[in-house]
């Protein structure tokens, strides 16, 4: 059963083995020739990063966003050896099935949805038009948190103890992660950006996280930190955004280059000061630098018979897709806060100096020339 708003529409998905995925759909409210926006969540989330993002994406594309397996609305696997990479890709296309995406569509992944992106493309690339990997790895989380394999030396053990005393644990998990002591601990950790980030914005993780299923979440966790998609970069033939963040301590900045050195005609964004809570640090950037990206290399928000014909010409290596026709992109429905813009008044600022300099520079040439003739 669905229920249907104006330019919303949201239900449950039967999954391959019969568990019930969540999702939702948001559009323009009428029909749009843009390609449609799957957006991916990291582990232990049901989507509080995508909450500027989401809504300025709908106002031009289908936007499609469900719950993995035991995360918020989704129902847990009655068999939960079934949380791995495998059954959260064919959940994946099966929710793009059942709301209708019968056309590539373009992969937004953060964190863990990295990983279930770029594998989407390995075992079913006709369904994906563009990847845009956000502040995430290929593969094995663990092994990279805060630059460092100590998670994953100490993992086998909280593994363990959630697995082997459920109750206990999951007592524990429900008293603390709600609790401010969560959002301020992330806070003097280092986590986030306290500049940039609102409790209102962090505190959605912190209590889904501790509604969820304990087991649930080590196991996934455990699953997909057995899985890589390093292999398959090389592979990858179709337009790409590597999205990473300066300050990201679950995924180090160095793998977001790496990534895009490996994905052949990729490009990069480096978020300034961002954490891994970019997209909700930064929407505004983040939103520009897609629509952007979706313009010059996949023809958004052109005329269908001038975009690019196929897989290949969508690809074409940087610096020869020519300027984007996009001026500006939709403002994030988002209250303002200092330092939010800094990014953007900063490249201003400095196109503005550098304008006036090349200016000033050619009428000295001018006059030192004298009058022609």
Not at 98 to 123: D, T
Not at 141 to 161: C, I, V
Not at 185 to 210: C, K, M, W
């Amino acid at each position: 059963m669905e229920m249907k708003m104006r330019q919303y529409t949201e239900g449950w998905c039967p999954a391959s083995d019969g568990t019930n995925i969540f999702f939702s759909v948001a559009g323009p409210g009428h029909t749009t020739h843009e390609p449609d926006i799957v957006l991916c969540d990291g582990v232990g989330c049901d989507g509080f990063v995508w909450k500027y993002l989401a809504p300025t994406f709908a106002t031009k594309h289908r936007v499609i966003r469900s719950h993995y397996r035991g995360h918020g609305r989704s129902a847990a696997p009655s068999d939960l050896t079934r949380l791995g990479m495998n059954d959260l890709v064919d959940d994946l296309s099966a929710v793009m099935t059942h709301v209708g995406v019968n056309r590539p569509a373009v992969l937004i992944g953060h964190s863990m949805g990295v990983q279930v992106i770029l594998e989407m493309h390995r075992r079913m690339p006709d369904r994906v038009a563009a990847l845009i990997p956000t502040c995430g790895s290929y593969g094995d989380p663990l092994a990279t948190f805060h630059d460092g394999d100590y998670l994953k030396r100490t993992f086998p053990y909280l593994y363990r103890l959630l697995t082997g005393f459920p109750e206990a644990a999951m007592r524990l998990w429900r008293a603390l992660l709600p609790s401010p002591v969560a959002y301020w601990t992330a806070l003097l950790a280092g986590e986030v950006n306290r500049s940039l980030i609102r409790l209102e914005d962090l505190q959605p993780y912190f209590e889904h996280l501790s509604r969820m299923d304990a087991e649930v979440f080590v196991r996934m966790l455990h699953l997909v930190s057995d899985h890589s998609a390093r292999d398959h970069l090389t592979d990858v033939d179709v337009p790409t955004l590597i999205i990473g963040a300066e300050n990201d301590t679950f995924t180090p900045s160095w793998l977001s280059h790496e990534m895009a050195d490996l994905i052949p005609n990729a490009d990069l964004l480096m978020v300034p000061k961002g954490s891994h809570a970019a997209p909700i640090e930064q929407p505004d950037l983040l939103a520009l630098r897609v629509e952007k990206f979706l313009a010059e290399r996949i023809g958004c928000y052109s005329s269908p018979e001038s975009r690019p014909r196929n897989t290949a010409e969508a690809g074409m290596p940087r610096g020869k897709s020519g300027p984007s026709p996009v001026k500006s992109a939709s403002k994030t429905k988002r209250p303002p806060k200092e330092g939010r813009t800094g990014a953007a008044k900063q490249a201003g600022s400095r196109k503005t100096k550098r304008g006036a300099g090349e200016a000033k520079k050619k009428r000295g040439a001018v006059k030192k020339a004298g009058p022609r003739g």
